[in-house]
């Protein structure tokens, strides 16, 4: 069971270039043990169980009311996912972020996930980067609703959106928020971030987004925060795709709100007359 404030049993492994063939041991946990292994905890569940994700709520409705209104916004397939695999209904998770009936409290459950398990120590600061476009909005929402439910946040969080790439006009700036925070440079002094995103799937958005960070604005991603996971689309994935496994990501906290096993018994399928 994943205590407040610890890190989640299944996120924090290290890996050497044993992906690469270069060192056929990698270390989780402080402990050598072999490749295979360590791809295992990259497949993980990252989902925060449903009982210790309530536990740390503002409001304990949020977790069935947002569950409930994400699983009937669904679309019936057969679709393609891009792992290959045939998706009997896609959930654009980026979708609710938009729906005014849920929104807020997408929102302040990220809030209280971040209050409760990324909560640096006294005196220290923490970043929430939202990536473009899913993460944008959070971070968006996020920056918004803080000053009037999670006023305590404001203390020491600060929220950023962070483009794919840098304008191609005016300013040119890659990152928006405050000015202390777009003036960053690879030489600023090192700051504690958390990843904010839609979904989860093979890891490939946040591994880019901690190189990118890091090297060109000297800004550590410790954590990342979910709508959802889609473990399952790591499931088969060859370990050359699988970004969870990558060794930019060791050490670093990953939680989502839901795993998609979560949704599947609500979607609204059609009953056969």
């Known amino acids: 069971r994943v205590q407040v404030g610890s890190p989640h049993p299944l996120v924090l492994f290290r890996l050497g270039h044993s992906i690469l063939g270069v060192d056929r041991r990698a270390r989780v946990f402080g402990m050598a043990v072999d490749d295979a292994q360590a791809i295992k905890a990259a497949r993980a569940q990252f989902a925060i169980p449903r009982e210790d994700l309530i536990k740390v709520l503002s409001r304990g409705e949020d977790y069935d009311d947002v569950l409930s209104v994400c699983a009937r916004n669904v679309k019936m397939g057969p679709f393609t996912a891009t792992s290959g695999l045939t998706l009997e ?7 609710n972020m938009l729906d005014k009936t849920v929104a807020s409290a997408i929102t302040r459950m990220t809030l209280d996930v971040i209050r409760a398990y990324f909560r640096p120590a006294e005196g220290k600061r923490l970043l929430v980067v939202g990536m473009e476009m899913a993460g944008g909005v959070m971070v968006g929402q996020c920056a918004a609703l803080a000053p009037l439910t999670h006023k305590d946040m404001l203390e020491w969080c600060d929220f ?20 202390f925070i777009v003036e960053r440079c690879p030489n600023s002094p090192p700051l504690n971030a958390v990843f904010l995103d839609d979904a989860l799937s093979s890891g490939g958005s946040l591994r880019d987004g901690a190189v990118l960070l890091k090297g060109d604005y000297n800004i550590d991603l410790v954590g990342a925060i979910y709508l959802f996971d889609r473990s399952q689309d790591r499931a088969e994935l060859p370990p050359e795709k699988l970004g969870m496994a990558a060794p930019e990501l060791r050490g670093m ?3 989502a709100h839901y795993d998609m096993g979560a949704v599947d ?9």
Do not use: D, F, H, M
Not at 89 to 95: P, R, S, V
């Open 253 to 255: 906290k990953v939680l």
């Open 160 to 179: 950023v959106y962070c483009r794919k790439e840098k304008k191609k006009s005016g300013t040119g700036q890659q990152l928006e928020g405050p000015q």
């Open 265 to 273: 018994p609500l979607v609204p399928r059609k009953r056969p007359r």
């Open 89 to 95: 209904y896609l959930l654009n998770a980026a979708t």
